[in-house]
Every structure is written in structure tokens, then in C-alpha cells.
């Protein structure tokens, strides 16, 4: 299958709303005979909409990236085990866990500004490397022991599905890491 998918279309500013309503029913039920090319947007991972009023013409950009197929799946799968046990087994390359932890908090920061908890997994995530990560030494160990009480913090207020206290100590643990990457980034 392919990686992306990619429509696009010049319309009347007018026409717009139909045809994001067109779209909504492809998401719901599947795309119609007429509109078939609107197939590519059913089971999505990834789905970016993109809008311009360029010389009284309305430009639309529909890019879907698909749900990889099922032996992609057992493919990513294996890797995420594979992951797993280096994680469990064997400390990772600081690097590496570095990138895995900013792209869980973005998610986790993104979550808890937008008034929601943020997913289990990513939460279980961040705090399995957050373990990992205030055991490397030279890299800021002066902060560690306040960001593994802000990390506490946050488990606690997610694990009482406490929103405000999350969102507090999400900002806690953010401030202590700003702290620490201009000391040490």
C-alpha cells in the first residue's frame, strides 16, 4: 500500500462546505460511487487538510497516510518488543531515550493544555524512561531527584484522573527540564 495519499482540488469558496461534508461521510461510511476517490481517507493513522483562498479560488490539500497493513503491523510490532526488551534488559543510548521522551511529552503536554489526560501508554512510557533516564550520570544530576518528584506528581494525579493537578505538575516537570537543558544542552 502506498505510504500517502494525496488530493487536490481547486474550488469555489462556496463549494467548500459541501465538500467537507462529502468528506464526513467518507469517514462515516465510506466513500461513494461518485465521490470514490474520497476511498483513500477510510481507516487513516494520519490525516492533514489543508485550506487556501489563493485569487478567489479556494485550494484544497487532503494528504491521508494509511493504517499500515497487518504484516506491517507484526513487522512494527517486533520492534516495539525488541524496544521493550532493550529498555528492560539493557540501558538504551542516552540519545535515543532522550528523542523517545521528548515525543512522549509532547504528547502528554499537548494532552494536559488541551484539558484532557493524556493516554495511558504514552504516560506509562514517559515515566519507564524517565527511570532509565535520571540513571545516566553527567547529564544534569542535580535535577533528578526534583524532575522523579514532579515525575511522582504527574503519576499520581493521572492515576486519580486529577486534571488540574496533572496540568500542574506537567508544567513542573517542563520547568525543571527547561532548567536543566540550559545548563546542560
Not at 463549494?15 to 461510511?29: S, V, Y
Not at 461518485?34 to 484544497?60: C, P, Q, S, W
Not at 544534569?140 to 499520581?156: K, L, S, V
Request: hydrophobic share 35%; net charge negative; with cysteine.
Amino acid at each position: 500500500m502506498a505510504k500517502k495519499s494525496k488530493i487536490e482540488k481547486y474550488i469555489q469558496p462556496g463549494e467548500l462546505p459541501a465538500f467537507l461534508r462529502k468528506m464526513a461521510d467518507a469517514l462515516e461510511g465510506g466513500a461513494s460511487e461518485e465521490d470514490a476517490y474520497l476511498v483513500m481517507i477510510e481507516g487513516f493513522k494520519k490525516l492533514k487538510i489543508n485550506i487556501r483562498n489563493e485569487f478567489g479560488h479556494t485550494a484544497v490539500k487532503v494528504t491521508a497516510k494509511p493504517m499500515p497493513a497487518e504484516k506491517e503491523e507484526i513487522a512494527e510490532d517486533k520492534i516495539e518488543s525488541s524496544v521493550a526488551e532493550e529498555t528492560a534488559s539493557a540501558k538504551p543510548k542516552y540519545k535515543s531515550l532522550k528523542k523517545r521522551m521528548k515525543a512522549s511529552f509532547k504528547i502528554i503536554f499537548k494532552s494536559v493544555h488541551a484539558g484532557t489526560l493524556p493516554p495511558a501508554g504514552v504516560v506509562e512510557e514517559f515515566m519507564t524512561d524517565s527511570k532509565l533516564m535520571v540513571g545516566f550520570e553527567g547529564y544534569g544530576d542535580e535535577y533528578y531527584d526534583e524532575f522523579t518528584e514532579a515525575c511522582g506528581q504527574f503519576q499520581q494525579a493521572c492515576n486519580d484522573s486529577d486534571i488540574d493537578a496533572a496540568h500542574k505538575a506537567c508544567d513542573e516537570i517542563n520547568s525543571i527540564t527547561a532548567h536543566c537543558h540550559s545548563r546542560y544542552k
